[in-house]
Nanobody, 125 residues
Framework: QVQLVESGGGLVQPGGSLRLSCVSS????????IGWFRQAPGKEREGVSY????????YGRDSVKGRFTISRDNAKNTVYLQMNSLKPEDTAVYYC??????????????????WGQGTQVTVSS
């Protein structure tokens, strides 16, 4: 059974930090690139960051560069998203997703094969 399980969300004050984890099972994780996406109420789902199979290549949206860091531990089938200097506009449900293909933009949600259920991140004082 394929599963992606996110954890680590919660309520944090502006300027604070959270580390999200995405644990996968049921497929060969190290053959898949992993993306983090988020969706705020009333808004489209948007790509946050992406890491390739080896972990040597990463991408991030402009608004999180310098604040968010993506990493992976293939031995643990886990991808992390370290989020620092959080802002209220980072508030959203965060999802991780896995894609087998290597071409095409990492931002395109339809290129992903598997999705997690999401974890809520709320940044508020």
């Amino acid at each position: 059974q394929v599963q992606l399980v996110e954890s680590g969300g919660g309520l944090v004050q502006p300027g604070g930090s959270l580390r999200l984890s995405c644990v996968s099972s049921g497929f060969t994780t190290n053959l898949y690139g992993i993306g983090w996406f988020r969706q705020a109420p009333g808004k489209e789902r948007e790509g946050v960051s992406y890491i390739n199979t080896s972990g040597r290549t990463t991408y991030g949206r402009d608004s999180v560069k310098g604040r968010f860091t993506i990493s992976r531990d293939n031995a643990k089938n886990t991808v992390y998203l370290q989020m620092n200097s959080l802002k209220p506009e980072d508030t959203a449900v965060y999802y991780c997703a896995a894609r087998r293909r290597f071409d095409g933009s990492w931002l395109v949600t339809t290129y992903y094969d598997y999705w997690g259920q999401g974890t809520q991140v709320t940044v508020s004082s």
